[in-house]
């Protein structure tokens, strides 16, 4: 059974970090695509950013220049250190994982998703 669950949100002023991490089990982590999306209220849920099983990584225009993605394959961990954040940025952040076939930005790609976790920017 496949199971993503992140963690480390929670409330921040503009301006201030936060990381995301997302904890991966029951797949053969190395193998598969990570990403994060967002969904705000109200909102469809859009992608933020990408990490591939060889490393090469993708980002919305949004967050470029703010936010990194990475990805431990021993700790079967992906991480999204989000720097400078807007209140903009304020959403449900979810973790998803999918197989190398299709592209990073398509939602529909992934497979597999986390139950999300909060992050609020205060203004």
């Known amino acids: 059974q496949v199971q993503l669950v992140e963690s480390g949100g929670g409330l921040v002023q503009a301006g201030g970090s936060l990381r995301l991490s997302c904890a991966a089990s029951g797949l053969t982590f190395g193998s598969y695509d990570m990403g994060w999306f967002r969904q705000a209220p109200g909102k469809g849920r859009e992608f933020v950013a990408g990490?591939?099983?060889?490393?090469?990584?993708t980002y919305a225009d949004s967050v470029k220049g703010r936010f990194t993605i990475s990805r431990r394959n021993v700790e079967r961990t992906v991480y999204l250190q989000m720097n400078n954040l807007k209140p903009e940025d304020t959403s449900v952040y979810y973790c998803?994982?999918?197989?190398?076939?299709?592209?990073?930005?398509?939602?529909?790609?992934?497979?597999?998703w986390g139950p999300g976790t909060q992050v609020t920017v205060s203004s």
């Open positions: 998803a994982a999918k197989t190398i076939y299709g592209l990073k930005t398509d939602r529909g790609a992934y497979a597999y």
């Open positions: 990490v591939s099983s060889t490393g090469g990584t």
